[in-house]
């Protein structure tokens, strides 16, 4: 990577003065899925894309310099670019956001179970009874039969 820089001071008659990024190396966990998970891998994106909007914001004053110094289309070309590549992450991070939300919400949704069974102990005729109050609270008809005994 000190030989990129190196080019890209030569071509744009600057001189590098930064640190050589370090290079994390992250394993994949092939555990399933869980709220923890979600909530940190939310994080390290979260993370990664303010970085890249912040380095990206510093990259591009610095190529803004460079490019009002030399008047060279090519550079302000550069600086276009960026500004779109900058752009377009303030908009992933905005998405980010909607799609966590959205992910929270379905799993909040998932979460909430509803049960509609109703189990009624008594006899028959208390039953009846009920089933006959109701009726006549809401104004319907029921017809009554009595069975007599032969």
């Known amino acids: 990577m000190p ?3 190196n080019k890209i001071s030569d071509a744009l008659n600057t001189e590098f003065h930064g640190e050589e990024p370090v290079k994390e190396i992250v394993q994949s966990k092939n555990t399933p899925h869980n709220e ?3 909530g940190d891998d939310y994080s ?3 993370g990664n894309l303010q970085d890249i909007i912040k380095k990206g914001n ?3 004053e610095g190529i803004l310099e460079v490019a ?3 008047e060279s289309p090519r550079a302000y070309e550069v600086v276009a670019q960026l ?3 900058v752009s377009d992450a303030n908009k992933d991070l905005i998405e980010l956001h909607k799609k966590m939300k959205d992910i929270t919400k379905e799993e909040t949704a998932r979460s909430i179970k ?3 069974n109703a189990i009624f102990v008594g006899s028959t005729k208390e039953l009846q ?3 006959k109050n109701k009726t006549k609270e809401l104004g319907g008809d029921i017809i009554d039969v009595e069975v007599s005994g032969d």
């Open 3 to 5: 030989d990129a820089n």
């Open 58 to 60: 510093e990259a591009i």
């Open 83 to 85: 500004i779109k590549n």
């Open 36 to 38: 923890s998970d979600l």
């Open 68 to 70: 009002s110094e030399g």
């Open 114 to 116: 509803t049960t509609n």
């Open 44 to 46: 390290v994106v979260r």
């Open 129 to 131: 009874d009920l089933v």
